[in-house]
């Protein structure tokens, strides 16, 4: 077993067989993990890589590349790991949340504008586990609700994943990073 | 406005290019169809009270009536992205395909590389480069909110470029959104001719010819390469593409372009270019009521 080197992507191992880096998730672990936590399937990763840079931030690409790659990004973070609870991010439950059938708590427009500006706030409905969720609203659906645009009205109103929230006693705690949280009016 | 008399010569109803330069710019947005197609994103702005209006070339680019196009719903959820109109040209006009391997040579902050993925269906591989670090972080965070899972990000000068960190030796397409003057960004900041001088263009010019020459090298035969800069100096444009012409494997070719524009010149200043850059485009603000612009289509012939 080798020592991760935090500068560098390395590609993830398919599985824990093929591991040869001190505490690297595997693969098999990671696209277990969103379908376990929150029910995305599998398949979603079909055309997908995962890769780890930094202790423990695991990307996710969908193009070609070599392993170990010394570049500045490729695809997007994803997920940390290399501790007790892993974590989604925003980012990430923002693009592939909406496969998501577990762990996701809908929120009421007000709540909703306050987990986009950060705020921690009480929410005693949730009566699923505690730790990581997807927190997410509807979103298309307005008080006059009108139709418009140039395509079929297939999607409105369905619910859009706006990031990931920290639920403990009773209390949802954004985790919007500080760079993404916006005041927003409606 | 001073720097921009040279263009008299050039440019017809020069009075109303002057004006239109005088007048601020609109919000303009893209729809990032990576994350909502064009109709969930017009339903979440119009939920949120947003009036806007499509372009007639391109139905995924509004004109929003805001203040703060960066704080609304549809923003937050990166469906869409703050964007000039004519900076959605390039992308449209290299017309990359799902699955192919394309470079953004002058990438940063993103909003053309993050088109490209989308035009792509966000498969295949979009390399990403910009050679200043800072505006590198601009660019993924970009990439980022707007879930372009198939770029990878380079920060290495262009003009020496090597491809030897990938799989593969060569791109299918490369869009040279090459850093210039800036002229016809005037409508968005007033300030963008106070350091304006010959001398400057000329040494940016410099600059251009090396990283278009790169970028032809590094393309396939048969693939395209797309020259762009948002400046108004046949030193940068038209001159550059000659350049290219003289040096390299290539050739001039057409493209539809649903904007009102005027062809590129070939002559300027006393020397002239080949005939084939009149299928150049040269947008300006009068036009179409958007930023300066130009662009060229290049094939890589061998």
Known sequence: ?186 | MEPLERYRPIIDDFEDFLAACRRPLGNAVRVNTIKASVDRALATLEAEGLAYEQADWNPRVLDLETDSPGSTWASFHGFTHGQEEVSAVPPVVLDPEPGERVWDCCAAPGGKATQIAALMDDRGTVVANDNNLGRISALRFNAERLGATSLAVTNADARNYSLQRFDFDEFDRTLVDAPCSCEGTIRKNPDALDNWSEGHISSVAGIQKGIIRRAIQATREGGTVVYSTCTFAPEENEAVVQHALEAEDCRVVDFDLGLEHAPGLTEWDGETFDSSLEKAARIYPHHNDTGGFFVAKLEVTA
């Open chain 1, 1 to 186: 077993m080798s020592d991760n080197d935090g500068q560098r992507f390395d590609r993830l191992p398919a599985t824990e067989a093929e591991r040869d880096v001190e505490g690297r998730a595997t693969r098999e672990e990671v696209v277990d993990y969103f379908a376990d936590r929150f029910g995305i399937p599998s398949e979603t990763f079909d055309d997908y890589t995962f890769w780890e840079k930094g202790a423990g931030k695991i990307w996710v690409y969908g193009g070609e590349a070599s392993t170990p790659l010394e570049i500045e990004a490729i695809g997007m973070t994803c997920l940390r790991t290399r501790q007790e609870h892993w974590k989604p991010t925003t980012d990430f439950v923002q693009r592939f949340g909406r496969a998501a059938t577990d762990c996701v708590i809908d929120l009421e427009p007000a709540e909703a504008r306050r987990f986009a500006a950060g705020e921690d706030q009480e929410i005693e409905r949730w009566d699923g586990d505690w730790g990581y969720l997807i927190a997410a609203h509807d979103v298309g659906v307005g008080p006059t609700d009108q139709p418009g645009g140039d395509g079929e009205l297939v999607d409105r109103g369905e619910r859009e994943p706006i990031g990931v929230g920290l639920y403990v006693h009773g209390e949802l705690r954004s985790m919007v990073p500080k760079g993404r949280q916006r005041d927003l009016e409606s």
